[in-house]
């Protein structure tokens, strides 16, 4: 099993920054891929960003060149810092992390964008 804990949410303005911290505990040599996605009210979880155990970053559309998802192995931590941020990155936003077939799934921490 491998617990994931989410911090770093909050209210910002827009065109704020924000950085998001999962760290990870229990088995993680498990660990392959980490990642974030999202949620916002009355919509499907989304791809945020998601990051491979060797450093190499994939992101959403939507958030390519104001995001930027990092990983220290070190500390079994993924980072997500969010720049330049909108009304529309309103969400919950989750830590996953996945290996051995299995996806594991943090508890989520809001960030609300004012606009």
């Known amino acids: 099993q491998v617990q994931l804990v989410e911090s770093g949410g909050g209210l910002v303005q827009a065109g704020g920054s924000l950085r998001l911290s999962c760290a990870a505990s229990?088995?993680?040599?498990?660990?392959?891929?980490m990642g974030w996605y999202r949620q916002a009210p009355g919509k499907q979880r989304e791809l945020v960003a998601t990051?491979?155990?060797?450093?190499?970053?994939n992101y959403a559309d939507s958030v390519k060149g104001r995001f930027t998802i990092s990983r220290d192995n070190t500390k079994n931590t993924v980072y997500l810092q969010m720049n330049n941020l909108k009304p529309e990155d309103t969400a919950v936003y989750y830590c996953?992390?996945?290996?051995?077939?299995?996806?594991?799934w943090g508890k989520g921490t809001l960030v609300t964008v004012s606009s």
């Open positions: 996953n992390a996945n290996g051995m077939g299995i996806n594991y």
């Open positions: 229990g088995s993680i040599f498990s660990i392959r891929g």
């Open positions: 990051i491979t155990s060797g450093g190499s970053g």
